[in-house]
């Protein structure tokens, strides 16, 4: 078995000794969304009722994935209607990595526009694997980033646990991160960062300014446990990662994702977002 670069047992021995009094600065300046794949069983019932049902919590942005898409022109205004009748934004969307292509990339740019997005988001680049595939993806993204450049949009990459896991000595997102231009948004998954025993922190402080966003997903070891516990019940340090996010990263805004829970989604990420205002009062 190949070692990542820190055990996942020496990174929560490491978490576990951090002084509970430390808290990064709050900046009311940075707002916190939501990644609407955690509300998606209702999402798929009824998408205009969900977006008012999480602006009404007090979201200030969403991030819409991949089925916008393939939304209409006429259908992508009526939500950006929405959106600014409520008072939120969408910053960014996730997308599939063909969206990436040639041919694909201009349709993801009009309907980004008419949502008033930054970042188009590469949200998984499938299955790779070697090196030299995930060089390719940092080819594929330089090259989308070129293009959404003119256009006033940047590009963006998400990690999952694959990236942040040791293949042929080096971590894939290591190399996404040398072979792209430093516009390019590392937005990074909190959550599946740590489960592979990766530092989170370490990895903001050393990509200054392209941790544009970060999903606010929990992670805790152990038997029902995993990605069930919500946003402040796990092993995240998270107040190491705001300082870290906010003195060097180059946050804009933050997303809390939550993939499943004992409880309901709308009830979730409430109470995710409850957690959020505690910890950062």
Same mark, same amino acid.
């Given at each position: 078995m190949k070692k990542t670069p820190i055990s996942r047992r020496s990174f929560l021995a490491a978490s576990a000794v951090v002084p509970l009094a430390v808290h990064a600065a709050p900046s009311s300046k940075i707002p916190v969304g939501l990644e609407l794949y955690s509300v998606r069983d209702q999402l798929n019932k009824d998408l205009m009722a969900t977006v008012r049902a999480v602006a009404k919590m007090g979201y200030q942005v969403v991030e819409f994935y991949s089925p916008y898409y393939d939304w209409t022109e006429a259908y992508t205004k009526q939500v950006r209607a929405?959106? /600014?009748d409520l008072g939120i934004h969408c910053y960014s969307t996730h997308n599939n990595a063909s969206v990436f292509s040639a041919e694909s990339l201009?349709?993801? #740019? /009009?309907?980004? !526009? #008419?949502?008033?997005?930054?970042?188009?988001?590469? +949200?998984? =680049?499938?299955?790779?694997?070697?090196? /030299?595939?995930?060089? &390719?993806? +940092? *080819?594929?993204?330089s090259? =989308?980033? =070129? !293009?959404? !450049?003119?256009? /006033?949009?940047?590009?963006? $990459?998400?990690?999952h646990q694959t990236e942040f896991t040791v293949l *042929? @000595?080096?971590?894939? #997102?290591?190399?996404i991160a040398a072979n792209t231009p430093k516009e390019l948004m590392l937005q990074l998954d909190v959550g599946t960062c740590i489960e592979v025993g990766s530092d989170p922190v370490a990895w903001i402080r050393a990509n200054p300014g392209r941790i544009n966003c970060l999903h606010c997903k929990d992670w805790a070891p152990g038997e029902g446990k995993g990605y069930e516990v919500l946003f402040g019940e796990g092993v995240a340090p998270w107040a190491n990662i705001f300082a870290a996010a &906010?003195?060097?990263? @180059?946050? &804009?805004? $933050?997303?809390i994702e939550q993939e499943g829970s004992r409880f309901g989604s709308l009830e979730a990420v409430q109470r995710c977002l409850a957690a959020w205002k505690q910890m950062r009062s």
């Open positions: 929405l959106l /600014d201009q349709q993801a #740019i /009009d309907r980004n !526009k #008419i949502l008033g997005t930054r970042f188009i988001v590469m +949200a998984s =680049a499938g299955r790779v694997t070697s090196l /030299d595939g995930w060089k &390719e993806v +940092a *080819d594929r993204l090259q =989308a980033s =070129a !293009k959404l !450049k003119t256009v /006033d949009l940047r590009a963006g $990459y998400h990690n *042929d @000595g080096k971590r894939p #997102i290591e190399i &906010e003195s060097v990263g @180059g946050v &804009e805004y $933050y997303l």
